[in-house]
């Protein structure tokens, strides 16, 4: 793929890390991972989308948000510990201080529909920026062990069990994980 002939690049310092995870979180009200895989991937070119699946995928399994672990996977990977500070604090100080800031203003004006109104189209916006980013990464699934059809068919039983028959999250994606590695690490094995 002509993606993958691309050099890649990689911050300049981690400061400048910094600086592009304070933008990335400035730009992703409601959800980071549309905007993370544009910048990271496409306009900064610091990952591949193979990479950047491999790093997400890891980084579901960890406690904690997924962007936070995926910029501090990826400053660990360009700077080791200074990196992974840098990821971490640049997705996260300016907005903890943003959401401080309007956590006493909505309490002030919580009663208003304007405020309900406009909370209810920012999480509507924020859905569709997740389900364009993953029709942009399922061209990656090709390079997949399992291939794009089982993960397809992952993908539907996932949808179905939670949000057609409402069984709990954690127990479906633990069920449906341990098959699904189980079945990769088969196909993977010498």
């Not at 992974?84 to 604090?89: E, H, L, M, T, Y």
Request: with cysteine; hydrophobic share 60%; aromatic share 8%.
């Amino acid at each position: 793929m002509a993606e993958a002939a691309l050099a890649l690049n990689r911050p300049a310092s981690p400061a400048a890390l910094f600086v592009a995870c304070t933008w990335l979180a400035l730009q992703g009200f409601g959800g980071v991972l549309p905007v993370a895989q544009r910048e990271l991937v496409e306009r900064r070119r610091w990952l591949t989308r193979e990479d950047f699946l491999e790093q997400l995928s890891l980084s579901q399994l960890l406690p904690g948000p997924n962007i936070v672990n995926l910029l501090v996977m990826l400053g660990d990977r360009f700077f080791g510990w200074r990196g992974a500070v840098a990821g971490a604090g640049g997705i996260l100080l300016v907005p903890l201080l943003l959401v401080l800031v309007l956590a006493a203003a909505v309490a002030q004006w919580q009663g208003s529909a304007l405020v309900t109104g406009a909370l209810r189209g920012m999480g509507i916006v924020a859905a569709g920026l997740v389900l364009s980013t993953a029709f942009k990464l399922v061209t990656a699934l090709r390079r997949n062990a399992l291939g794009p059809w089982p993960c397809a068919g992952f993908a539907a039983i996932m949808l179905l069990a939670v949000g057609g028959l409402r069984w709990p999250l954690v127990s479906v994606v633990l069920g449906l994980g341990v098959v699904a590695c189980t079945w990769a690490w088969f196909k993977l094995k010498p």
